[in-house]
């Protein structure tokens, strides 16, 4: 089955700067890729998702890069605000075994 | 329009106790999910239904578990002889027709087992 792998665990950064989180996965078959916040005790919320017919994807202040040849695909977060606090999954759909998620990361944005 | 739902939104119960959690997808949603996250845990997918049809049932973590979907709509995750580690949100989500179509998810159900 596929494999998710997703860094960092944890990542603090400055109101304003950039935050970058990446994921890889192992099945060369998967073909969608969401990611996902989710704020303490609520469910979670897709942000944005890329298929892999397309290299990147842009929504406002937040992007997703994929590259299928090395199977990996990141979250850019441009001109970080405090309601970006949370915690970001990525996932990976592998075929008939649902999406299989990374273990997210929790954004803090320093004031 | 409406989103997904799901019944009860808690759930305390006792060791060895069965539990029926359920979900409501987003009208016309004909693939239906659950997904389990334990505290600070990522999401653990669990089964998903394609119509009524559940395709693979080897994500649910023991025989003590089952779900089923009746009229292409409400699921139903039952956990008989519960145990403590089935401690959990569990978690349902919806999409239109395909499984890698966008998926939305419930507001989960918290299962407490004492």
């Known amino acids: 089955g596929e494999n998710v792998e997703q860094h960092p665990s944890t990542l603090s950064v400055q109101e304003g700067d950039s935050a970058v989180i990446k994921c890889t996965y192992s099945d060369s078959a998967s073909n969608y890729f969401p990611w996902y916040k989710q704020e303490l005790g609520k469910r979670p919320q897709l942000i944005i998702d890329?298929?892999?017919?397309?290299g990147e994807k842009k929504d406002q202040r937040i992007a997703v890069t994929l590259n299928k040849t090395a199977k990996h695909f990141s979250l850019h977060i441009t001109e970080t605000q405090p309601e970006d606090s949370a915690v970001y999954f990525c996932a990976a759909w592998g075929g008939a075994d649902g999406l299989t998620f990374g273990k997210g990361t929790h954004l803090i944005i320093q004031p | 329009g409406a989103g997904v739902s799901q019944s009860p939104s808690n759930k305390v119960t006792e060791k060895g106790k069965d539990v029926e959690l359920r979900c409501d997808p987003i009208s016309g949603h004909t693939a239906l999910y659950w997904y389990r996250q334990s505290l600070g845990q990522g999401l653990e997918f669990l089964i998903y239904?394609?119509?009524?049809?559940?395709?693979?049932k080897s994500g649910l973590p023991s025989d003590r578990f089952s779900a089923e979907r009746t009229g292409g709509s409400v699921s139903t995750l039952t956990i008989q002889r519960t145990q403590q580690e089935d401690s959990a949100v569990y978690l349902c989500?919806?999409?239109?027709?395909?499984?890698?179509?966008?998926?939305?998810f419930g507001p989960g159900t918290r299962l407490t087992v004492l």
């Open positions: 239904f394609q119509g009524n049809s559940a395709p693979d």
């Open positions: 890329i298929r892999s017919n397309v």
């Open positions: 989500a919806s999409s239109l027709v395909l499984v890698s179509d966008t998926q939305y």
